[in-house]
């Protein structure tokens, strides 16, 4: 069949607007929040690849690579991207493990272009939403996480282009190279072997020849996505094209990413924690390890599902560092008797403790359907795929799983569109049961480091200086924006030297071919509003249903109409009656975050959307919080005339419109 010139939305593909608007983000087009996520980001990615050196698995790396900071930058990024992957120790987002290709290409071309600070940050910027949004639009299908390995593909090629200043043109052509031979990961060497570091080396590579190739003049197909025999149709069982290019400048990947704290997978990061707290309360009533009778861990179906496919495989002292990662008895185990899990507990002499393997022979894992279902409505791994696939997302979850599908959120439920409140509930609860009778429980909701859980500043610093990182590094990224090259080089140098064996590149100078956009002043200040909602979010399971059904259409009405009014109790009622507490939650965080975003994209001196308006708004939400904290009903918005002028739609039929599309 012959490649298609052009797709059926506006006569340009997928990736001529993918490429067209990534190909000129800058900087200051992302709000501070996502700049904030970008430094983050960095010093985890940083701190990954320094523990993967560290291990024995990483020295071998080192030795067939070379280091980090040698001249060679394509070699560099090979040695780097497979050092952070081994240990299973880097962030993840919707969609994917981004940071492998998106930081790394990034920091390996930054010593030999010259880039300053702002340079690659926008680099990764672009790199992040480009892998981001194409992962997304297959994330129904076979591949998923560091197993979706064409995530680096896109990351790559973005990365690189960006901080060459390339056109969009390369984009196009380089991006149609590179996924016209997309990797195909198979699950026997990925879950047991080192093959695991291809999943990221591979593609890294195809991705920078596909880069070689476009800026040579090499063509590429610009519809390879979308084509009847591309990619989608290849890597999706529910291809979903508009995820790639939704919500440009509002929908911000970036923003999803979610820190590790500990090595291993995210679908075990909870239990790890659970046990953690655990280790505590068996110091604290005096219990031996050979005092525990059984470990029992409920987890939502990823954690089940990640655990069943796991002990298919034999796991013990000898099995490689991949296998040791997504092993939830030994992690569990180790956690429990140590208080804590690290790269050291990875590598001999601890991963030869008997009593590490008796122990993770008492765990077992059992499914928790209230924990699937809150998994499923988060936005990652899996929530906003599913809410683009509309109708479709049953089928498709049900032919994985029968009674999955029995824990789908209503299928009215829209995409979000703002992730400014982006969620990833994958959490456990891990039960101790001891000889003598007694138990201890703990449970987490999701990981520490999980997007929408707090501060990921201090948890990336944190992350860095334990992987033995120099103090000065996590003060440097902080200012990065006001680094010039020098400070860059000096900044990636401080930060790698040492983890491997490594040459000094000579360092080429480049140039900056265009002008800097500054960014856009907003017409309406909304961080309190923001802070309002956050907090609010923090404490929602203690709201009544009636509140959040009236913050949520309140928050939905304000977005589609400008006007703050009342809001009926007749649709409050509705929408209580129709929908389930954790759908009310919900509705709340979407319908929050899209106000959100239609009003910092409001142009200065717009007066739709007046500043006390958003103040009465966050004056309501903040005593809505109050409740939650005092067991007070404050009646919040029912009923209380706000005093702004009403005009079109109003009252329960707009309001509950709002509460379904926001």
Known sequence: MTSAPADACGGRTLIRRLADWASDLELDDAPERVVAHLRSQLLSQLAAARTGYAHPLGRRIARAYGGPLQPDPARAAVSLAMAAICLDHDDTAYAGHLSHSCVTVPVVYARQLRLDGRRLLTAILAADE???????????????????????????????????????????????????????????????????????????????????????????????????????????????????????????????????????????????????DCAAELRAAGAAPDDIAE???????????????????????????????????????????????????????????????????????????????????????????????????????????????????????????????????????????????????????QAAGAVGGGEHAALAREKFLRSGGHPEVPYMVAELTDLDANGVVRLISLALSGAADEAQAEIPRGERRRPRRSRRALSVDTRALEGAYGRLLRSADSVPDHVLAELALQAGALAASGVLSRVSGTAVDALVASAPRDVLVDLVRRNAAHLLGVLDRMPAGDDGLRPQVVEQLRAHVERAEKSARTGMDTGVATGVDMGVATGGKTGAAQSAENAHDG
């Not at 979706?148 to 960006?162: E, N, P, Q, S």
């Not at 002499?349 to 924990?371: G, Q, S």
């Open 130 to 276: 480009s892998a981001a949004r194409i992962t997304a639009a297959a994330t129904l299908g076979p591949f998923r996480g560091q197993a979706a390995a064409h995530t680096h593909l896109a990351g790559t090629v973005a990365g690189r282009l960006r901080a060459l200043d390339a056109p969009s043109r390369a984009w196009v052509n380089g991006l149609g190279l590179a996924f016209s031979v997309p990797p195909w990961t198979l699950t026997p060497g990925f879950l047991s072997t080192d093959a695991k570091g291809f999943a990221a080396a591979a593609p890294i590579q195809t991705g920078l020849a596909a880069c070689d190739g476009a800026l040579a003049g090499l063509r590429g197909p610009a519809d390879v996505l979308e084509h009847p025999e591309g990619f989608l149709r290849r890597y999706a069982d529910v291809p979903l094209p508009e995820e790639a290019v939704a919500g440009f400048g509002t929908l911000w990947h970036t923003e999803t990413l979610s820190y590790k704290t500990h090595p291993g997978s995210a679908y075990i990061g909870a239990a790890v924690d659970c046990a953690v």
């Open 295 to 445: 470990v029992v861990v409920a987890g939502s179906l990823f954690t089940s599902g990640l655990d069943r496919a796991s002990r298919a495989r034999h796991i013990g002292p000898n099995a490689s560092v991949a296998a040791l990662n997504f092993s939830l008895p030994y992690n569990v185990a180790t956690a429990l008797l140590t208080g804590t899990l690290g790269p050291a507990d990875l590598m001999p002499p601890a991963v030869e403790r008997p009593e590490r393997w008796k122990l993770a022979a008492k765990v077992r894992t059992v499914h928790d359907p209230l924990l699937s279902r809150a998994a499923l409505l988060s936005t990652a791994p899996l929530g906003q795929a599913l809410r683009r696939a509309g109708e479709h997302a049953d089928a498709w979850v049900r032919a994985a799983d029968e009674h999955a599908a029995d824990l789908l959120p209503p299928a009215w439920l829209a995409p979000e569109t703002d992730f400014r409140f982006a969620t990833k509930r994958l959490g456990a609860r891990v039960t101790v049961r001891l000889h003598d009778g007694r138990e201890l429980t703990a449970h987490r909701a």
